[in-house]
């Protein structure tokens, strides 16, 4: 039924639902299973706030400094903050590959097989509904919400324009 799965995700709660259940849809169908994260320029603070609440190094620190000590085997040396990573841009990178790479292991261990990760820059559900388009995507399993603020909620979720404008099914998860 499914052979290509899309799961944006940007570390939130309802996002790591969401891949858990891609996760298990791509184990149970034989999907390809393509995990997206868009940068999150629009929440800077709150997703580097938020892993580094997770891993326990906030404790009062900056957030570049906390994201800084996170092991380097986590994601490359270069994209670390400190060392020689210290713009935007970087910082963002990093905190995506963690996100990914936590991603990737939930969706594995919930049966996926075949993966893959990417990262795009841009507007999120512009980004979502591109990709689901150019990969042929029969499925984007997504968050009802992210990391969100009042502006989301006026101007509307990307959860709620990717459901809208869909090239394919899209599973809200909350």
């Given at each position: 039924m499914f052979k290509t799965i899309l799961a944006p995700t940007?570390?939130?709660?309802?996002?790591?639902?969401?891949?858990?259940?891609?996760g298990d849809l791509a184990g149970r169908y034989d999907a390809d299973l393509i995990l997206l994260h868009v940068l999150l320029r629009d929440h800077l603070d709150e997703g580097l706030k938020h892993y580094a609440?997770?891993?326990?190094?906030a404790e009062g620190r900056?957030?570049?400094?906390?994201?800084?000590?996170?092991?380097?085997?986590?994601?490359?040396?270069s994209?670390?903050?400190?060392?020689?990573?210290?713009?935007?841009?970087?910082?963002?990178?990093?905190?995506?590959?963690?996100?990914?790479?936590a991603s990737e292991e939930a969706a594995r261990a919930n049966g996926?097989?075949?993966?893959?990760?990417?990262?795009?820059d841009g507007d999120p559900a512009q980004r979502i509904l591109e990709r689901a388009a150019s990969e042929g995507?029969?499925?984007?399993?997504?968050?009802?919400?992210?990391?969100?603020?009042?502006?989301?909620?006026?101007?509307g979720s990307v959860?709620?324009?990717?459901?809208?404008?869909?090239?394919?099914?899209?599973m809200s998860v909350r």
């Open positions: 940007d570390g939130s709660d309802h996002a790591n639902k969401a891949v858990r259940i891609a609440e997770v891993e326990g190094l900056p957030l570049p400094e906390a994201i800084a000590s996170i092991p380097a085997a986590r994601f490359p040396v994209m670390i903050p400190g060392n020689g990573g210290d713009t935007t841009k970087s910082m963002l990178s990093a905190v995506a590959e963690l996100i990914l790479h996926a097989k075949k993966l893959c990760r990417l990262i795009e995507a029969d499925l984007i399993v997504m968050g009802s919400r992210g990391f969100s603020d009042l502006k989301g909620l006026i101007v959860s709620h324009k990717v459901s809208h404008l869909a090239p394919c099914a899209v």
